[in-house]
């Protein structure tokens, strides 16, 4: 099993600046892709980033410029410049192992106009 533990959400404005992380623990050496997810209100689940073991990465269009994922087995990071007002969501960390995604219970991101 893998449990994943977000942290560094909170309120924002415009503009403004935070820091995603996301620990990792348990089975862990098996670990394969990371990544952010979002959901917004009233909204289905969204990719905002993954990375992979190799360093490849893939996001979102609306975040391209301003999120950027970094990380390894042990913890995955999303920094997050120039939110906007549509990027308040709940984040949640994933992370691939055993042919399984595993989530974290999320963090929540509120940038005000």
């Known amino acids: 099993q893998v449990q994943l533990v977000e942290s560094g959400g909170g309120l924002v404005q415009a503009g403004g600046s935070l820091r995603l992380s996301c620990a990792a623990s348990?089975?862990?050496?098996?670990?394969?892709?990371m990544g952010w997810y979002r959901q917004p209100p009233g909204k289905q689940r969204e990719l905002v980033a993954r990375i992979t073991p190799e360093g490849n990465i893939n996001s979102a269009d609306s975040v391209k410029g301003r999120f950027t994922i970094s990380g390894d087995k042990k913890a995955v990071y999303l920094q997050m410049n120039n939110l906007k007002p549509e990027d308040t969501a709940v984040y949640y960390c994933?992370?691939?192992?055993?042919?399984?995604?595993?989530w974290g219970k999320g963090t929540l991101v509120t940038v005000s106009s």
């Open positions: 994933m992370g691939r192992a055993y042919a399984t995604d595993f």
């Open positions: 348990g089975s862990i050496l098996s670990m394969g892709d």
